[in-house]
């Protein structure tokens, strides 16, 4: 999930681009690169590594081009390799191109274009794309436009582009499908910005342009900006205007945007609940949701899909549902329920969870849902994305951005959005009586503050940290509402520190993992819940009876489990169903901690990206 960014304008290109790249760099570091256009001249960079790294090896020198694409890639097709590094030139030099995205058909592309005497220099799929764009130029003598479109016909699979060209130096084109794609508006169409995503544009535009699937802009300075479908025919677009503000997209004092992420968990957590829940009355609203309330209330099953962490989310999304409104709740991989074909009825609920908005299987996934006559819903937290445009309703998470691979803010603002979700719908259909429900959306306006609590325990996480450096493998364990928190922890330590971590429902341990269990085996146990609470005392005694160390999360006061164990992360007691939220901060500091202090790059795990935009 490569990231691209473009410029056209009167300014000078190469510094807009190299920083937009660097803010890019959560979605690919395998290598970067960027081509600048002047006077029919075309200069081409690239380098394996990262950003940095590209600088470097670039010549100290003025670049007064004003046009210019640049790429920082996660390598798909063709290894981290100099010559599979983007841009890449076409056949005769003439074209440059940048793409996000994996187009499947390419092979038999390149085929063609080899028996037309095309020579290749990478092995990449993108590289098919900028000689085909050329090979339709030269045959049917078309501008460029035209032959971007008749490449694009051709292609099966998912693309975010920017094309140039030296005998075309006054035009940028970009064109989308799958993979994300924003243009920024500069004052009075002087200047346009093009990026994966809205974060590099922001510092000098938030007026913004989604393009939709199939669609190509062309962009020429003072002229607007021309929208069509990939057969030229033209399209209306909506400019969308995206607060956001630079803060939210650096470290700050903060030595890692993981961490910043970590500790804006207080204030993320606050927009994001009192976004959808009054301060004072127990009121809960979701905007756009009221025309669809009645089909919510009477939905016979909701079906969550999505991956990674938001995958998590849905789990304990379907205790919460299960548990408040007594709805039936199916939680599927993506990636899976996609191609399995599902059975969905009319009027199903396929609920999409994601961060990004543009997870490829999660949006797929949806996609699938609605043609076979689902609503489709959707919890993202990235405005603009195309499953919070493509989805009938969407409740957003106002967590900001997050730039850490590592999802955490994200994570906890979908678990509120999922409690108040599950009150709504419980408080609708009668399921949870009214006293209840106050209770919990009282628990839920403390939550910030708890959490700003267990926050506190930062630097006692990190001494018990320093303990587990030289482990190899690490089992999570944990039950209900808790178990998709050992999960999360477990992919949170595997995702950062490289280290292999299993989450497990504690009750599983004696049905296979506990023959693990023994001096360099620890267990973390998160042993809050009160409803299972001797049944969890029970799993820690058996592994304390091979041996093992255990780690336990514990609710303030506990004294039975905190006894048993070598070390304890003590949070702030609360209902059972929102103790998610709360035992999430300290398994992600823990985890955080074991990485730094083993040296690796948290805010960059080696072969991760932010958003995985391809398949
Ligand atoms: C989480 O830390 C990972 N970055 C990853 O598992 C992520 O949750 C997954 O790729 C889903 O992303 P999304 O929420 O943007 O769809």
Same mark, same amino acid.
């Given at each position: 999930m490569c990231g691209i960014v473009g410029y056209i304008g009167f300014r000078k290109a190469y510094p807009i681009l190299i920083e937009g790249l660097r803010r890019l760099e959560y979605r690919g570091y395998d290598s970067a690169g960027i081509a600048l256009l002047e006077n029919g001249k075309l200069d081409v960079y690239k380098q394996v590594g990262k950003v940095l790294d590209l600088e470097a090896s670039i010549p100290k020198k003025e670049f007064a081009q004003t046009l210019g694409i640049a790429h920082t890639r996660w390598a798909t097709h063709g290894a981290a390799t100099q010559d599979n590094a983007h841009p890449h030139y076409s056949y005769s030099k003439d074209i440059a191109v940048v793409h996000n995205g994996i187009i /499947?058909?390419?092979?038999?592309l390149k085929r063609r274009l080899i028996a037309l005497g095309y020579e290749f220099r990478s092995d990449t799929d993108t590289e098919v794309i900028v000689n085909l764009i050329e090979s339709e130029r030269k045959a049917g003598k078309v501008s460029l436009e035209k032959a971007v479109n008749r490449a694009l016909q051709q292609l099966h699979g998912a693309y975010a582009l920017a094309v140039l060209s030296k005998t075309e130096p006054e035009k940028l084109i970009v064109a989308r499908k799958g993979s994300p794609l924003a243009i920024g508006l500069g004052k009075s169409y002087e200047e346009f910005f093009v990026a994966s995503d809205a974060i590099p544009i922001i510092e000098y535009t938030q007026d913004l342009i989604y393009l939709n699937d199939n669609e190509v802009a062309l962009l020429e300075k003072g002229k607007k900006v021309v929208v069509k479908d990939i057969f030229g025919k033209l399209k209306n677009y909506k400019i969308k205007h995206i607060d956001l503000d630079m803060n939210m997209v650096t470290k700050g004092a903060y030595e890692h945007f993981m961490l910043k992420e970590i500790f804006e968990q207080p204030e993320t957590l606050s927009n994001t609940i009192f976004s959808h829940l009054d301060e004072k009355k127990d009121k809960i609203y979701f905007e756009g949701l009221?025309? +669809?309330?009645?089909? +919510?209330?009477?939905?016979n099953r909701i079906v969550i899909v999505a991956c990674g962490t938001?995958?998590?989310? !849905? +789990?304990? *999304? /379907?205790?919460?549902?299960?548990?408040?409104?007594?709805v039936l709740v199916e939680v599927e991989y993506a990636s899976e329920f996609r191609y399995r074909k599902p059975i969905i009825h009319k009027g199903d609920i396929v609920l999409a969870i994601s961060q990004s908005g543009e997870t490829a299987d999660t949006l797929a996934a949806l996609r699938y849902s609605k043609e076979q006559g689902a609503i489709t819903f959707a919890i993202c937290n990235v405005y603009g994305s195309s499953m919070a445009r493509e989805a009938d309703f969407v409740a957003y998470t106002y967590a900001g951005v997050e730039i850490g691979v590592a999802s955490t803010k994200a994570f906890t603002a979908q678990v509120a959005v999922l409690s108040l979700l599950a009150i709504t719908m419980g408080l609708e259909n009668k399921q949870l009586d009214e006293k209840r429900g106050k209770e919990l959306m009282t628990s839920l306006r403390m939550l910030p503050e708890m959490v700003a609590k267990t926050l506190e325990q930062d630097a006692a996480i990190q001494q018990i940290a320093k303990n587990f450096l030289e482990i190899t493998s690490f089992l999570y364990l944990g039950r209900g509402i808790n178990f998709p928190?050992?999960?999360? *922890?477990?992919?949170? +330590?595997?995702?950062?520190?490289?280290i292999h971590a299993e989450g497990y429902p504690a009750a599983e341990m004696k049905h296979g993992p506990i023959a693990?269990?023994?001096?360099?085996?620890? #267990?973390?146990?998160?042993g809050t819940n009160?409803?299972?609470?001797?049944k969890i005392v029970s799993n820690a005694q058996e592994v304390k009876a091979r041996k !093992? #160390?255990?780690?336990?999360?514990?609710?303030? *006061?506990?004294?039975?489990l905190s006894d048993m164990a070598d070390y304890v992360f003590e949070v702030p007691e609360i209902a059972d169903c929102l103790q998610p939220i709360i035992t999430s901060i300290p398994l992600h500091l823990f985890s955080y901690h074991i990485a730094v202090m083993? *040296?690796?790059n948290v805010d960059q795990p080696r072969n991760l990206a932010k958003s995985v935009t391809v398949e």
């Open positions: /499947e058909n390419f092979m038999l009221e025309s +669809l309330k009645q089909q +919510l209330i009477d939905a938001s995958w998590h989310s !849905g +789990l304990i *999304g /379907e205790y919460l549902i299960e548990e408040l409104a007594r928190i050992a999960l999360e *922890g477990a992919l949170k +330590l595997k995702e950062i520190s490289y693990m269990i023994d001096e360099n085996l620890p #267990t973390l146990i998160v009160k409803e299972y609470y001797e !093992g #160390t255990v780690v336990a999360v514990v609710s303030a *006061g506990d004294r039975e083993k *040296g690796c």
